[in-house]
């Protein structure tokens, strides 16, 4: 374990649903990181937060809402989306944002999202 | 664009081996590279990183070389185990100004530890 939850593992939603995914981290970090990692494909970043606050907002749609309440939890709420999203949905932690040497990003271990 | 790829995507090695797997960067302005290593069913697990004023630095049968000359970077692991076997990710980044935590990571490399 590496101190960051993601929940839930896997998730099969239709295109007019709504959900959210959740991530947790018990590490007093002050950065997290939603990425999507799709087959084939590198790792892309969606969204960056330090200290609650959005500071990177990599050309994600709109469907794709994020939500940092405290600097222990972070959500992605999803509504409308399309087959082409069906992803592993990766959050990750750091001390602070990457800045250097030893600040490395703690990941966890994903939400599988299938949309169909 | 710029991006940061890989030579080989699969890599087959006997425990006991050591293993060496390559990335190739674009950027020429990228000062910050890392190696992460994902196994099946898990999140990418950080290994090692390395700075653009360094050109190899070491860890727990690791060791990380970076030739900026040709804008290559190395992960070499030493005495292969099984539980090796994972995809290996490099990601490069650029300290400071505006790309803090904007890791650009490569495709992946398969790393198969064979007993």
């Known amino acids: 374990e590496t101190g960051v939850t993601q929940t839930p593992r896997h998730l099969v939603m239709g295109m007019t649903n709504k959900k959210s995914l959740k991530c947790e981290q018990h590490?007093?970090?002050?950065?997290m990181y939603w990425y999507k990692q799709s087959a084939k494909k590198p790792l892309e970043l969606m969204f960056v937060?330090?200290?609650?606050?959005?500071?990177e907002n990599n050309s994600v749609p709109s469907r794709f809402s994020p939500e940092c309440p405290n600097s222990s939890h972070l959500f992605l709420h999803l509504h409308t989306l399309q087959p082409e999203d069906s992803a592993l949905y990766l959050c990750?932690?750091?001390?602070?944002?990457?800045?250097?040497?030893?600040?490395?990003?703690?990941f966890g271990q994903g939400t599988r999202l299938t949309v169909v | 664009g710029e991006s940061v790829g890989l030579h080989l995507p699969t890599l087959s090695v006997q425990e006991g081996d050591n293993s060496i797997i390559n990335c190739a960067y674009s950027?020429?302005?990228?000062?910050?590279f890392i190696w992460y290593k994902q196994e099946s069913g898990k999140g990418p697990q950080f290994i090692i990183d390395?700075?653009?004023?360094?050109d190899k630095r070491q860890g727990q049968r690791v060791t990380v070389l970076l030739n900026k000359t040709v804008k290559h970077l190395s992960l070499q692991i030493a005495a292969t185990q099984p539980g090796d076997s994972a995809v290996y990710f490099c990601?490069?980044?650029?300290?400071?100004?505006?790309?803090?935590?904007?890791?650009?990571f490569g495709q992946g490399t398969i790393l198969t530890v064979h007993p």
């Open positions: 990750a932690s750091s001390q602070t944002i990457l800045q250097g040497l030893d600040t490395e990003a703690f």
């Open positions: 590490l007093g970090h002050n950065a």
């Open positions: 937060y330090s200290l609650e606050e959005r500071v």
């Open positions: 950027n020429s302005a990228s000062d910050y």
């Open positions: 390395i700075r653009s004023n360094m």
């Open positions: 990601a490069e980044n650029i300290l400071g100004g505006t790309s803090y935590g904007k890791l650009t």
